[in-house]
Antibody
């Protein structure tokens, strides 16, 4: 069964960094790109970026350029996303989501359960 | 302000048919890029409902259907049920932004 298991909730102070993990299981880790998406309270889904676990190549939405880093550890089938310089607006539920297909654009499925990051002093 | 425009809300009575629109531009829907639709119920994980414009993943009822023409994509839900009450999002790729984008989301209320 394909699963994406995310790390637990985090509470951080403004200016700090947070690193979220997403452990993949049930498929060949390097064959599928993984996206990161967030949802702030009362807001819609916001795409953050994508990583190719095979070679570690990434693409981030411009809003987060210079502030986020997505990595993949093939030895433990785990993706990571680190956000630096946290602000209160970064309080959100963060999801990792695998692409449904390995060779064409077919949406995101499955999704991790989400990691709540709260930024508060 | 998303590059994919959805109505903030739609509503319908049980058994009725509703459609949710997703309006894009020539740099996303109007180009070669497909649209995907997600259902997001409160307290749950987003669920892929329609991929590549018209395809349903296994397990998604055939009450849900998708279409795309030019810069307009639509999600149709027939035989509305109370359990369909959720937020619905369209998603595509934008080649000007070089980024995936979501629509702003549409809240479906079953009245």
């Amino acid at each position: 069964q394909v699963q994406m298991e995310q790390s637990g909730a985090e509470v951080k102070e403004p200016g700090a960094s947070v690193k979220i993990s997403c452990k993949a299981a049930g498929y060949t880790f390097t064959n599928y790109h993984v996206h990161w998406v967030r949802q702030a309270p009362g807001q819609g889904l916001e795409w953050m970026g994508i990583i190719n676990p095979s070679d570690g190549s990434t693409s981030y939405t411009q809003k987060f350029q210079g502030r986020i880093s997505m990595t993949a550890d093939k030895s433990v089938n785990t993706l990571f996303m680190e956000i630096s310089g946290l602000e209160s607006d970064d309080t959100a539920l963060y999801y990792c989501a695998r692409e449904r297909a390995d060779s064409s654009q077919e949406g995101l499925d499955p999704w991790g359960q989400g990691t709540l990051v709260t930024v508060s002093s | 302000q998303s590059v994919l425009t959805q109505p903030p809300s739609v509503s319908g009575a049980p058994g009725q048919r509703v459609t949710i629109s997703c309006i894009g531009t020539n740099s996303n829907l109007g180009d070669i890029y497909d649209v995907h639709w997600y259902q997001h119920l409160p307290g749950t994980v987003p669920r892929l409902l329609i991929y590549a414009n018209t395809h349903r993943p296994s397990g998604v009822p055939d009450r849900f259907s998708g279409s795309k023409s030019g810069t307009l994509a639509s999600l149709a839900i027939t035989g509305l049920q109370a359990e369909d009450e959720a937020d619905y999002y369209c998603q595509s790729f934008d080649n000007t932004l070089s980024a995936w984008v979501f629509g702003g989301g549409t809240k479906l209320t079953v009245v």
